[in-house]
């Protein structure tokens, strides 16, 4: 089955960028989502396929996809930032279809 | 408004069943697949399992193939999943998560979630 990879852990200070890949074989061929979770909450859809921004969503979270590795760029990054994000992609080769990345906590610092 | 409601949580023994449920209002929740998503304390989301918007397609996980059987009631707007033989490593909030769709075509991700329910399995 198809595997994401995320590192754990990601810090930034207030105001720059954060950047949080997922990696993953020719992930460029595939529409990647991502998902942001603050503590104690539901996850939230913040960028569909590779790029969208679902309404609601800051202009400031922005993603991109190439090769083997998608990722998510946080700008001007502010402290209500702070949270878990996860990749999902889907596999239609497989019966069990729904792929997420391990997760990546971002800090702000 | 669209909305996601989880129940049936609960802290059991292993090997013992539980039967979540969530309930949808807000949308036409039989042109909707719908998905169960878990997340162990301190991990990562897990998929559990899905089915299909007329009830006739079922996948699950792996780690719960067997054991845990997922259906839905469009008279009752609600989803179930039943958990039977449950370990120690069931352990976990379970989302209940509607997968994006328009009319006649499916989106590969997952857009309205339930806040969740708690599933603690222990001795």
């Known amino acids: 089955s198809y595997v994401l990879t995320q590192p754990p852990s990601v810090s930034v200070a207030p105001g720059q960028t954060a950047r949080i890949t997922c990696g993953g074989n020719?992930?460029?061929?595939?529409?990647v989502h991502w998902y942001q979770q603050k503590p104690g909450q539901a996850p939230v859809l913040v960028v569909y396929d590779n790029t969208a921004r679902p309404s609601g969503i800051s202009e400031r979270v922005s993603g991109s996809n190439s090769g083997s590795t998608a990722t998510l760029s946080i700008s001007r990054v502010e402290a209500g930032d702070e949270a878990d994000y996860s990749c999902?992609?889907?596999?239609?080769?497989?019966?069990?279809?729904?792929?997420f990345g391990g997760g990546t906590r971002l800090t702000v610092l | 408004q669209v909305r996601l409601v989880e129940s049936g949580g609960g802290v059991v023994q292993p090997g013992r069943s539980l039967r979540l449920s969530c309930a949808a209002s807000?949308?036409?929740?039989?042109?909707?697949?719908m998905h169960w998503v878990r997340q162990a304390p301190g991990k990562g989301l897990e998929w559990v399992a899905l089915m299909s918007n007329d009830g006739n397609y079922k996948y699950y996980a792996d780690t719960v193939k067997g054991r845990f059987t997922i259906s839905r009631d469009s008279s009752q707007n609600t989803l179930f999943l039943q958990m039977n033989g449950l370990r120690v490593e069931d352990t976990a909030v379970y989302y209940c998560?509607?997968?994006?769709?328009?009319?006649?075509?499916?989106?590969?991700?997952?857009?309205?979630w339930g806040k969740g329910t708690t599933v603690t399995v222990s001795s």
């Open positions: 020719n992930i460029g061929s595939r529409s």
């Open positions: 807000g949308f036409a929740f039989t042109s909707y697949p």
């Open positions: 999902q992609v889907w596999d239609s080769n497989d019966d069990r279809p729904v792929v």
């Open positions: 998560a509607r997968q994006a769709a328009t009319t006649g075509y499916y989106y590969n991700y997952m857009d309205v």
